[in-house]
């Protein structure tokens, strides 16, 4: 497994990281989070050896890790790095040679990679000619050519159209399934909730939480109430006890039985039974159940 033990960073008095530390198991998808500046890229870029750690260590297989071990991961730096005038099979063919295959092994593991990208129409042509999700998807061609023992891909999602989210999601998910532990950042949030195995939460160069989605969300002791009502009058919700965490007049989509105008409140209760009372009260109870934050409910408490 990847471990990450204790890094810390300055920058002059920036601290950059304060003492992260976190592993990824074979075969893992670990969701990397935090606000812009918390310290994400800096923690991998430790771990790839682009930057060195003031304190703290990174282990591969419970060994320090060395260049050697390095040369084996799939990286996807933050800065990109492509040769903008070389065509995209060409380009990905060669950091698979770079990456220790042979000649026709190269060859047929980016042919591979461009189809499933969705590069097959563009793979003649030069990367400065593509458009920055395309560019993006050589990239990722580049960090997965060689079959990489371990992936540390910085914000891969970024910038790719649905499509293409769904053909890396995939990809992503069949290296895990070979065992592969695979580290990501994302600020993509539904998705990272979708993929991965664990999430870490990174705040001002600290972990704050960790775990799985499910283990995160039972920390969560807010439990919220999520109450739908048609035919209130305006204002009802303004009496619910409790702390309001949103509250929708009128939400875009048609409710199940809905007859033209609806209320939805989420709500911290301080007295669900009071609620229900009053709900019923205003009008036409349509939803009355307790609701399972998301990761960006839970990220927003977190960071806060
Ligand atoms: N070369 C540098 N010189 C000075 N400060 C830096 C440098 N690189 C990063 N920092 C600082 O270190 C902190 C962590 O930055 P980092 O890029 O790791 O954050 P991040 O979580 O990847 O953010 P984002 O989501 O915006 O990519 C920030 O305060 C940033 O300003």
């Given amino acids: 497994m990847l471990e990450m033990e204790g890094l810390e960073k300055r920058y002059g008095d920036t601290v950059a990281l304060d003492g ?3 592993t990824v198991r074979p075969g893992e998808m670990f969701g990397f989070v935090g606000a812009n500046g918390a310290g994400k890229t800096t923690t991998m870029r430790i771990v790839m050896g682009v930057l060195g750690a003031d304190a703290g260590q990174v282990r591969w297989k419970g060994r ?32 698979g040679r770079l990456g220790g295959l042979g000649a026709a092994d190269a060859r047929r593991s980016a042919e591979a ?12 042509d030069d990367v400065d000619t593509l458009s920055l999700g395309n560019q993006q998807r050589v990239q990722l061609a580049v960090a997965l050519i060689h079959d990489p023992e371990v992936l540390v891909l910085d914000e891969p999602f970024s910038g790719l159209d649905p499509i293409a989210v769904d ?6 998910a069949e290296r895990a399934a070979a065992g592969v532990p695979v580290i990501f950042s994302s600020h993509q949030l539904d998705l990272v909730e979708r993929l991965c ?34 035919g209130a009058e305006p204002g009802w919700a303004d009496r619910l006890p409790g702390e309001i ?6 939400p875009p989509l048609a409710h199940p039985g809905d007859q033209g105008r609806y209320d939805e409140v989420v709500l911290v209760p301080a007295d669900d039974q009071e609620a229900l009372r009053l709900a019923s009260q205003a009008g036409r109870v349509q939803h009355f159940g307790w609701q399972e934050p998301g990761l960006a409910e839970i990220f927003r408490e977190v960071v806060a």
Avoid: C
């Fill in 20 to 22: 992260v530390s976190l």
């Fill in 64 to 95: 320090p890790l060395g260049h050697d071990a390095r040369r084996r991961f799939g990286y996807m730096p933050e800065e990109r790095g492509l040769y903008a005038k070389m065509r995209v099979a060409e380009q990905v063919e060669y950091f």
């Fill in 113 to 124: 990679l461009i189809e499933r990208l969705g590069l097959t129409g563009r793979r003649g």
């Fill in 167 to 172: 053909a890396l999601a995939g990809v992503l």
């Fill in 197 to 230: 195995d664990s999430v870490g939460i990174i705040k001002a160069g600290r972990m704050v939480a960790m775990g799985t989605v499910a283990e995160l969300r039972a920390r969560e002791s807010r439990k919220r109430l999520r109450i739908v009502v048609t």
């Fill in 245 to 250: 965490v949103t509250k929708n007049d009128r």
